[in-house]
DNA sequence: GCCCACAATGACAACGTTGTCTATTTTACT
DNA sequence: AGTAAAATAGACAACGTTGTCATTGTGGGC
């Protein structure tokens, strides 16, 4: 049915071997054969059977490991993934998993026994779990982590890392200069790395201009928007109120938005917030929501393509690289003079 | 270094054509063979090489096809999809594609191809594409197709099918119970069926009710947040001022409430709006969308489910199934009469 | 007690590739 | 021109599985 490299070798008139070297761009077969052969290859519409090639040993997918409920994000890295992969011929098998779960390691083991995939990418928060990473170093498992952090990280294996810190004094500062001083801070998930990054950022900030630090106002809890909405609704309660709400995600600025419409408490005039992800609903809530942009896609691209040449080339032939999320400005922030107007 | 059917056959002292068998659970092994065997693959922890049963032609892989940039609705399919895969012991390779490219055809044959799947979970628009499923049939290769359609929409193949029609007559029967006469409906891409049958269902909701179709409330587009900011808009300054809003899906009815918002219209006082999908947005949003649930991931699971029974036995030994969307009230609604309060 | 059928097991080929080794041709240098 | 080295091409094994066929043993019917 589907042409084998042996059609392929028939129909050009050489042998098999010659074909794979033609696939392979080995370079040691001749000008003339290499015609023939490419002619004979268009012509059956032939592809390598990848099956074949993983027997042998040669790896042609690659893993996508995750756990975020946050579709967008997913969606996206997945299709910056993806991209790459098609570019290079890759396969992808993705693998969504528990992080809290018991088995997450025999789970992950599993996954690249049986699909025997040539190396992984791995997103927060497992990118963060030291206990996985020993065993994938153990088992000499080739794989790239995205993370966050500020210039490389650690140099445990190549990554691919998002400044949150940085991007989190930005907005901060931005915030101070509208003339806000009481700024709330709702954190994300503790697993997660960005999460404690972002709320570096802002302590630095806070500090840098030489604001109190008001832990009422830093807010632990969950990268929901239930969550979000759960938290703003105390803050809105509580002894002091916030003229800004820094929100660590889109998601939890979503529930901030939600609670202070259902309290009556306009935005951004009585309350700015600025979210994190520049994810759809920032664009399509109302007020459109300030937040900084990560280009998650282009994130993903890069580091399935640093993974590719790990694979081929060994980790010593890459260096990690930095993503720095920048501050989009919309209409749910406003200077705190105006409250008074 | 991982263990191969080999060393399960060397520990357990037996050929390793009986640990084939035992793996396939072929019933041909005697019964203390059978427990050794077991034993020997538990202290390897043996995995079988997916590689190695595919090239001798066993697909143990699907593929899932889709086109659609709604992120919740990817997302929550490959849940599905992801979460019958796994109970099965089958891998999944997705295919994002542009149902309008031409070469949409010679990109699934070659994904087909290369990746060697079994069976493929075909999704709208593409699962509506006459040319594509011809050459699937052609081709000998299995599928099972998630569309838009009433009980059974045809006998090509098996299917799994959402009664749209009969949500969408359920949908505007309630706008109408709640006195709404002057009911725009903002449709989808016509390349999708669900947004014709859902035509349908408004249509024949407003007949049988004896309100006369107003063809300047129907307003044709696409299923995107911008389009219905656009058509809202439109339809605001319009000669007819409706009194509620049927959306497409979520994304569209967003974009109602983002143009209602900025030409100061009050939700739902002044104006009524449902969308259809139930995403995470309608649940965000402020106020709380009206809408219908589709249970996309079961719908994904169920659909995966079949592929996988097809892909052993056989189309016949399967039957197609229906799904029906249910009316979820929230608070982008209310009776017609409290304009006037 | 003999033969046949049937169950249980194993030996071996095949799937479509790539790696290794060997054979042939060409090139380049003395 | 002769020879070594390099370039090119092919033969064959191997990867880990399953299908096919052959072999062995076991029990039942005559």
Request: aromatic share 6%.
């Amino acid at each position: 049915m589907k042409p084998t490299i042996k059609d392929v070798a028939k129909l050009a008139g050489v042998s098999f071997k010659t074909v794979s070297r033609v696939v392979n761009k080995e370079g040691t077969v001749g000008q003339d054969l290499q015609e023939k052969v490419m002619k004979a290859i268009k012509e059956l519409n032939y592809q390598p059977n990848l099956s074949a090639r993983l027997l042998r040993g040669t790896a042609s997918s690659i893993g996508f490991i995750y756990d975020n409920p946050n579709s967008n994000y997913v969606i996206d890295m997945q299709r910056g993934i993806l991209g790459e992969c098609h570019r290079q011929g890759y396969e992808l098998v993705i693998h969504p998993c528990e992080a809290k779960s018991k088995t997450i390691i025999d789970e992950i083991i599993g996954m690249v026994d049986r699909s025997r995939v040539g190396g992984l990418v791995l997103t927060p928060p497992v990118s963060e779990m030291p206990e996985v990473l020993s065993v994938l170093n153990k088992r000499k498992l080739k794989y790239v982590r995205i993370l966050s952090g500020a210039n490389p990280p650690d140099t445990i294996s190549p990554c691919v890392f998002i400044d949150d810190r940085t991007a989190a004094y930005k907005i901060t500062q931005y915030l101070i200069d509208l003339g806000h001083k009481a700024i709330a801070f709702l954190g994300g998930d503790e697993a997660h790395k960005s999460s404690t990054e972002r709320m570096e950022g802002y302590k630095a900030a806070l500090k840098d201009n030489k604001i109190a630090i008001d832990k009422k106002l830093i807010v632990g809890g969950e990268y929901s928007f239930e969550s979000g909405v759960k938290r703003t609704r105390q803050l809105l309660n509580g002894p002091t109120k916030p003229t800004a709400v820094f929100a660590c995600n889109d998601e939890i600025a979503a529930g901030t938005l939600f609670a202070a419409r259902i309290q009556g408490v306009e935005v951004p005039q009585q309350l700015s917030i600025v979210g994190f992800e520049d994810s759809p609903f920032s664009r399509q809530a109302w007020p459109n929501l300030t937040t900084a942009q990560q280009p998650i896609r282009t994130i993903a691209q890069r580091a399935t393509s640093l993974l590719i040449e790990v694979m081929k080339h060994g980790e010593k032939s890459v260096e990690s690289e930095g993503f720095y999320p920048e501050l989009i400005v919309r209409d749910s922030t406003c200077p705190v003079a105006s409250r008074k107007g």
